[in-house]
């Protein structure tokens, strides 16, 4: 039951997007929790040195304190994903309070953006029972990740290897450009931000390509 509901690759509560076709030769790249300054913004630069595609799963909170960073995010060309509005733990939670996240966030992005998500990925990737209804009832679609740099706890290099050692064909990487629920003074991702070029950099030597999230349909 716990590995259902928690680890990444389970697939117990479908649809979900896990990996895309391990045939291609594609890989995507999401961040989650954000946005936050400086390093949102100093990714988005990364992001475009390197004309690479990605989305960003944010949580609403972080939205109303940087809408500014958000509207960039769309303006550059990138994705936004739902993932809840103050970042809570879903697993054991009654149905209206996941809604109540999910809707508050749909509503704070689309006000902010002009856009309102159709992807949701759960905080800590925690699932439960009442989720996929909630979901279904309201257009979004799951998408978890194959690969991660676990840069909620490496430095630099570690987080190099890390996403390095996972990633292949059809990856959908996990990194970070926020912290949960911590206040915008206590967020640091600069590790994250130094870690990026050398990630897109093996990609790129590994023969592999960053796509857009829309192309691992599902």
Not at 81 to 92: A, C, D, M, V
Not at 110 to 139: C, D, H, Q
């Amino acid at each position: 039951m716990a590995y259902a509901c928690v680890a990444p690759t389970a697939r117990i509560f479908r649809p979900v997007l896990v990996r895309g076709p391990a045939q291609s030769r594609d890989v995507v790249l999401t961040f989650d929790d954000g946005p936050t300054s400086p390093f949102t913004e100093q990714i988005l630069d990364i992001l475009a040195e390197h004309k690479v595609p990605a989305t960003f799963f944010m949580c609403g909170k972080n939205v109303e304190r940087h809408p500014e960073i958000a509207r960039r995010v769309v303006r550059e060309g990138h994705t936004i994903g739902n993932h809840t509005y103050s970042h809570p733990f879903l697993y054991l939670r009654t149905p209206q309070f996941m809604a109540n996240e999910i809707d508050r966030t749909q509503e704070t992005i689309e006000r902010v953006t002009g856009v309102r998500p159709n992807l949701f990925r759960p905080p800590y990737g925690a699932r439960w029972f009442s989720l996929m209804p909630i979901l279904k009832a309201r257009g979004l679609k799951m998408v978890m990740w194959s690969a991660a740099g676990y840069d909620w706890m490496y430095h630099t290099q570690a987080i190099i290897k890390a996403t390095t050692r996972g990633m292949r064909s059809g990856s959908v990487i996990l990194l970070h450009d926020g912290h949960e629920r911590q206040p915008p003074e206590k967020v640091d991702r600069s590790n994250t931000v130094e870690a990026l070029p050398a990630i897109i950099s093996a990609a790129t030597k590994a023969g592999l390509k960053f796509v857009p999230i829309e192309k691992f349909t599902f």
